[in-house]
């Protein structure tokens, strides 16, 4: 398996370069950027902008772990909105379009949302609703996937949506292409259950996977911790990823960075994950 840093880990305002150079001291092997609605990386990226962020990863040495976005909390594939459930549409075609321009094998994608606790007023959808338009959303993005030569990865997050990983099994299998997958995040579903056994469960529809630790006597999104420092029972999750085979990106997602000497989560992660999957340093 590969080492990953998600961008998302780093000081907010540091540039993509400034990112993918720290990346890069402390000993990951890629990192996994975000696509935001605008700036560096935003939804108006071009081929030269593309081409300058790939320059900074040849650069250092890195590969693109994977490509994120968090622009599916504002715009919803399950809203009752429909241009809301249009624009997420459109994002997820430019993941996609960027993602093969940077060569990268999948996309972390948020099929919308049952009910988000952590946004104060979001939107409360019927979970009927919210499977059938996640469905038609996903759908209608299977073609632009298939062409791009980049699987859609679904990431099971706190939106009271797909809540099982027979649920998050069933969802995947019913769209009938190899070009839509899991994104496991194992830390996400400590709280209600076993990383390791979704993990099994799950299978090869897994297509990249996020690493962060969680302790549930904390609770909330106050219980997201540094690796090994949480509930996690890493071995475990490590031996599941072996059974079924996955040889790709396991990325950290620490949020959020360190309040003072912010770099040194970047640091301290690497050498957590070097300790989880065995290796020497």
Known sequence: MKKGINIWS?????????CIQLAQKAGFEGIELSLNESGELGLDATDKDVHAIKSWLDDAGLEIAGLATGLYWNYSMTSA???????????????????????VDAVLVIPGAVGVDFIPGSEVVPYDAAYERASEAIAELVPHA????????IENVWNKFLLSPLELRR???????????????????????YPEQWIRILGDRIKKVHFKDYRRQTGGLHGFVDLLAGDVDYPAVVQALREIGYEGYVTAEM??????HSEQIIFNTSAAMDAILGRSR
């Open 10 to 18: 780093f000081k907010e305002g540091s540039t993509i370069q400034e």
């Open 81 to 103: 909105d429909q241009s809301k459930r249009r624009k997420a549409i459109d994002i997820g075609k430019k993941q996609l379009e960027l993602a093969s321009a940077f060569g």
């Open 146 to 153: 298939a062409s791009a030569g980049v699987s859609i990865a």
């Open 255 to 260: 949020i959020p960075p360190y309040s003072h």
């Open 171 to 193: 969802f995947i299998d019913d769209q009938g292409s190899s070009y839509v997958g899991s994104y496991f995040d194992v830390g996400n579903v400590v709280h209600s259950g």
